[in-house]
């Protein structure tokens, strides 16, 4: 290492400011000599006094209480569409921009929802990171990405913030597809050190000269990755910055289900300590400083000091992150633009060849009375009220299936003193604070690690207990193909062994711990990153799991208590994000046991034979409704269990219907695979049986609205309806039964004749796009669309193509082919017609004709 770590002192200038001077006696005289002996660089930064501001409010808005309804002035960060417009700004108009910026999230997410209390604790973070480096080139990785909002704005995204999280709009968290400025797409935690560890070395082999900057959680720092790729870092010695943004909020705090979550693990207490411990800060600073200006013999004794100082003050040894091989400045407070600029500008300028640790001190919700005060810092948030902080949150007649969970699995636990839980600092979000308040020393928070809580759970097993693990669908995946165990010694000589903790400690000594995979499927607003589309697959693969997955509210209850039951073998059940369908719930809200590897029949038809599985069951029910009302009557089923099939009603099904089609909000390689693996072995697809799966397309589905991703992936009813129609041949029908659902604008269309254009008119002043769709032997010609602001063509013919357009649109026929005695007969022709009006879809049956 070109450098020694050091901590940046609260007050270095005057010997008195120690709390204890009488125990550093000895060292009278090197505190005479106080900081004139640091080295010229280091002696800038440590000028610097890390200064508090009173409850942590910001004066210029909290204090005049100035939110309102309407959007706040900003006439500086008016003139800021990037980065390189902060450039000329001093640092009183820094902080006058850090104001309105803060100002300006507030109002965005008021009218979106989404992350606001982590965006508001970084936000003269953000504007210190973007003054003083040069992104893009320079790269700024922002850890899970709840805290990009301001980042977003700065950089060029401030004119969509009003589309976050939407469909169509922009994403929560950073993505690289969205902005150059964004270099690396988040929303799982504690992987921005790794990947910006990789960025330096990659910058260095190509003999590049750019910065990279890591900015990291303390809950984050949780995680195993994040100390594998310190200490990987401190072994390359690359130069990068990590900047750990220590808030206090190493779970997430949830205020609907408990109040503040207190920090979890020794790290939160370690870093507590660090922010305390002045007296270790100041001595350490001085010998430093002796260190590099004498030399010689004394230089060894002051080593020897601080070392011996580290020691006897903090009890520790050393600091961790010392000893990973990282530069230690901090802590420093994150609200002081002045003392950012500073330190990071001479970091930024200081010649060193190693990884340098920020530790900076910021609070969740700054700037904003309501988030401040609130037990969750309001994390996430629906649309609400600035002047009043009141959320506008539906009331809906059921509860969540996270709560259900809870509910079912306290139910349990009241009956078996041997039921644990365990959750990866997710409390609130897999609902398991309820079963926390009940059974306090039963429930495990063991912060972002996934991979330990998985093998932890292991553990308990051996024991005898009952653990049951609810970690979100897409967070599993971290335990399951994330995991590796390290053993070292100051950061050199690593042995990595690559298992997977599901597979390696809990399928393979078939170890009976039970696996509550919340948000399985899409999950809207948080888009890909947390959509749960693959636990079906990678879980019913392992010989020794049970899968299942309830199609409502009460067959929770009953999976909850199956998991409970099985107690020679692991399993997992799966739940979607969401509100339950309003089933009722068993007695006592106390779940009964079902026979492993048993579906059952919920409708029986004829001909075709839809299986659900979980949730989409109830789509095969509505898609059932649909199709009924064209004379078919179908057969429903709900498998219940991925694995074990329920083979006697699969071969059942297969044998008395001419069409089988599985159905899952899942990816392939899922629950459908296994179905025709066994129909394939059992020899039932050598007869005329025709199978069909209808699951989540092979591409990750966008954030938006649930309804918007569901259309999307053709997941819908009318689209599993659609399906069957089309095996059947009735493709009229098939067609028709997808318009069913959407509005008719038949006011919208004039009849004309031989060519002459129908005027569709104004629709609400909002661009929209034209899809048309003849329902049969449609000739195919060119169709021209003439609008106020430009002219599209496109070819159309059976097939929907869609050209969007905007304004007054009308449409031309021309070039048409000979087989045109429809058009000019004056037959009636039917074209579908789709429109879009903000993020609000509308398709309808529009009839005119020619």
């Given at each position: ?333 994150g609200h002081n633009i002045d003392d950012l600029i500073a330190i990071l500008k001479e970091v930024k300028s200081t010649k060193t060849t190693g990884p ?208 409970a039951a099985i107690d020679d073998r692991p399993s997992c059940f799966r739940y979607p994000r969401g509100n339950g369908v309003g089933v009722q719930l ?265």
């Amino acid at each position: 290492m070109a450098l020694s770590a050091f901590s940046f002192p609260a007050h270095v200038n005057s010997v008195t400011s120690l709390e204890h001077p009488q125990k550093f006696s000895l060292l009278s005289s090197h505190f005479l000599w106080r900081t004139d002996l640091l080295p010229q660089s280091l002696y800038k930064i440590n000028q610097i006094h890390v200064k508090k501001r009173a409850n942590g409010i910001c004066a210029s808005l909290s204090e005049r209480g100035e939110y309102h309804s309407q959007r706040p002035p900003t006439p500086l960060l008016d003139t800021i569409n990037y980065p390189i417009h902060m450039k000329n700004l001093s640092v009183k108009e820094l902080k006058q921009l850090a104001d309105e910026l803060r100002s300006d999230v507030i109002f965005n997410v008021s009218k979106t929802g989404g992350h606001l209390g982590s965006s508001l604790g970084v936000v003269e973070l953000t504007v210190a990171l973007h003054y003083v480096f040069n992104a893009p080139q320079d790269k700024i990785l922002w850890d899970v990405g709840h805290q990009s909002y301001p980042h977003k704005i700065l950089t060029g995204r401030r004119d969509k913030m009003h589309t976050i999280r939407q469909t169509n709009g922009l994403a929560g968290f950073t993505k690289r597809s969205e902005s150059e400025y964004d270099c690396f797409g988040t929303g799982h935690s504690s992987t921005t050190i790794s990947a910006g560890l990789g960025m330096a070395v990659g910058r260095d082999l190509k003999g590049g000269t750019n910065k990279v900057v890591a900015v990291i959680g303390d809950g984050a720092m949780t995680a195993g990755q994040a100390y594998e790729a310190m200490n990987n870092a401190g072994y390359l010695d690359s130069d990068m910055i990590v900047i750990l943004n220590d808030n206090k909020q190493v779970s997430l705090p949830t205020a609907s289900l408990d109040g503040p979550i207190p920090p979890v693990g020794a790290l939160s207490s370690a870093l507590s300590r660090l922010q305390s411990n002045r007296p270790l800060r100041e001595l350490r600073e001085v010998a430093k400083g002796v260190t590099k200006q004498i030399g010689g013999p004394m230089h060894e004794l002051a080593a020897k000091v601080d070392e011996y100082a580290r020691g006897m003050i903090s009890g520790s040894g050393s600091t961790l992150f010392e000893e990973l091989g990282l530069y230690y400045i901090g802590p420093v407070d994150g609200h002081n633009i002045d003392d950012l600029i500073a330190i990071l500008k001479e970091v930024k300028s200081t010649k060193t060849t190693g990884p340098v640790l920020i530790h900076v001190v910021t609070e969740k919700g700054r700037g904003y009375p309501f988030a401040e005060r609130a037990a969750d810092k309001y994390h996430g948030v629906a649309k609400f009220d600035p002047a009043t902080g009141k959320q506008f949150k539906a009331s809906p007649s059921t509860q969540s299936y996270t709560t259900y969970f809870a509910e079912a699995l306290t139910a349990e636990a009241e009956a078996d003193k041997d039921i644990v839980a365990i959750h990866a600092a997710m409390g609130g979000g897999t609902g398991l604070n309820l079963f926390l308040r009940r059974f306090p020393t039963r429930c495990f928070d063991v912060g972002i690690a996934e991979q330990h809580a998985v093998t932890f759970a292991a553990g308990l097993a051996c024991e005898g207990l009952k653990p049951f693990c609810a970690i979100y669908s897409s967070f599993l995946q971290r335990a399951y193909d994330q995991a590796s165990k390290m053993a070292s010694s100051y950061s050199v000589n690593m042995t990595i062994h690559c298992n997977s903790w599901v597979v390696h400690d809990v399928d393979l000594q078939k170890l009976p711990v039970r696996f509550a995979m919340d948000r399985a499927g899409l999950v809207g607003a948080d888009g890909p990153t947390h959509c749960g589309a693959f636990d079906v697959t990678f879980m019913a693969c392992l010989p020794n799991m049970v899968v299942m997955a309830p199609s409502d509210e009460a067959e929770l209850f009953h999976m909850v208590a199956t998991a409970a039951a099985i107690d020679d073998r692991p399993s997992c059940f799966r739940y979607p994000r969401g509100n339950g369908v309003g089933v009722q719930l068993p007695p006592g809200n106390k779940g009964i046991p079902l026979e492993v590897g048993k579906g059952r029949m919920l409708i029986e038809g004829e001909r075709v034979a839809l299986l659900g599985y979980g949730t989409a069951v109830q789509s095969c029910l509505a898609a059932a409704s649909l199709v009924e009302r064209h004379g078919i009557r179908l057969t429903v089923a709900d498998a219940r269990f991925c694995k074990p099939l329920d083979h006697a009603l699969i071969r059942g099904l297969a044998k008395t219907h001419e069409i089988l089609i599985t159905v899952e909000e899942g990816s392939i390689g899922g629950f459908g695979s296994h179905v025709v693996q066994f129909l394939a072995l059992d020899g039932l697809l050598d007869g005329k049986l025709k199978w069909r799966p209808v699951v989540l397309p092979d591409r990750y589905i966008d954030h938006g609205s649930p309804a918007d991703q569901l259309v999307e992936a053709g997941l819908t009813p009318s689209h599993i309806a659609a399906t069957v129609f089309n095996i059947l041949g009735q493709r009229r029908e098939a067609l028709e039964i997808m318009s069913s659902e959407f509005k008719c604008w038949t006011s919208h269309v004039q009849a004309t004749h031989q060519g002459n254009p129908g005027n569709l008119g104004m629709v609400d002043n909002n661009p929209f796009g034209l899809y048309l769709g003849f329902k049969k032997n449609s000739p195919k010609f060119v169709v021209e669309f003439d609008t106020r602001r430009d002219a599209k063509h496109g070819d159309l013919s059976d097939n929907n193509v869609g050209i969007d357009v905007g304004g007054f649109v009308s449409v031309k026929v021309r070039n048409i082919s000979s087989n045109n005695r429809a058009l000019n007969s004056g037959k009636r022709m039917h074209f579908w017609i789709y429109y879009e009006a903000g993020p609000e879809k509308i398709r309808g049956w529009i009839e005119s004709f020619w």
